[in-house]
């Protein structure tokens, strides 16, 4: 793992875009194709507005939504299709796929199937994640399933994750917010390529230190980011705090 630490948000999304621009596009040379997971979040504005500013050959890309609330449609202001819609999607409109997660389907099991049988056909190149308050990588909320090799599976959220998203102002309530989730699962993302994680503010900074110094363990699901070679953890000067790493 590499950490890089900026000196604010905006030069967070900047660097961790430069990099995620690069190594797409060392993927479309290799191989004429990419693929990319794209995560959601408040810490994701950033590096979106930079990535969606660059050069790449879109039409060569294929982009695998990270997880979606169940019971929430994408038309919901606070659904994570909703999010990638309005702040990637349409602004690349020339991707060659999109394969979102339908978090209100009918049959969930079908669709975690669906999703299953893409992912498996498909090498990620670049996973675009953060970490949550509570530790969690995806929706995996501590404790994370290690075990599965299912690159989507259905998970129950705890209250703390649930209460950030209310903290974040994504809803007005705990209740509103929904208590399930499709997620990429953890041993799916570090089967990406490469892993970019972008986490600024302060509020994140324990959850910073949890990935880098507790045990790696289902408790503490971001630690397994330390297992990962080819992982670069963007912070900001707030979210470092607890921390060391190579000040820029």
């Known amino acids: 793992m590499r950490i ?15 990099l995620g621009i690069n ?14 997971a794209v995560g959601t979040g408040l ?9 969606c500013k660059s050069d790449l050959d879109w039409s060569k890309v294929t982009a695998f ?21 309005t702040r990637f999607i349409k602004r690349v409109d020339t991707l060659k796929a999109y394969h979102e997660v339908q978090g209100d389907a009918a049959d969930l099991e079908a ?4 999703l299953n049988a893409l992912s498996r056909g498909a090498q990620i190149d670049v996973a675009f994640l953060s970490i949550g308050e509570n530790g969690h990588i995806g929706f995996n909320d501590p404790p994370a399933d290690f075990n599965t090799t299912d690159p ?23 209740e509103e917010v929904p208590t399930a989730a499709i997620t990429m699962s953890v041993r799916h993302m570090l089967h990406s390529r490469h892993v970019i994680c972008s986490v600024p503010d302060q509020r994140k900074a324990r959850a910073v230190a949890m990935c ?25 000067r707030t979210s470092s705090m607890l921390v060391m790493g190579d000040r820029r």
Do not use: M
């Open 65 to 85: 939504g990270l997880n979606e609330y169940v019971g929430i449609s994408p038309s919901h202001p606070s659904s994570f299709r909703y999010y990638l819609q």
């Open 111 to 114: 669709e975690v199937a669906r």
């Open 212 to 236: 880098l110094y507790d045990q790696i363990s289902p408790y503490s699901p971001a630690s397994a980011l330390r297992t990962k070679r080819e992982c670069s953890l963007f912070l900001d």
């Open 152 to 174: 989507y599976i259905i998970v129950q959220l705890d209250e703390r994750c649930r209460r950030q998203q209310v903290g974040e102002g994504w809803f007005s309530t705990l």
């Open 23 to 36: 190594l797409i596009r060392q993927a479309i040379e290799e191989r004429g194709e990419a693929a990319i």
């Open 4 to 18: 890089i630490i900026c000196e604010d948000k905006n030069d967070l999304g900047l660097e961790a875009s430069k």
């Open 43 to 51: 810490s994701q504005f950033s590096l979106y507005a930079h990535l």
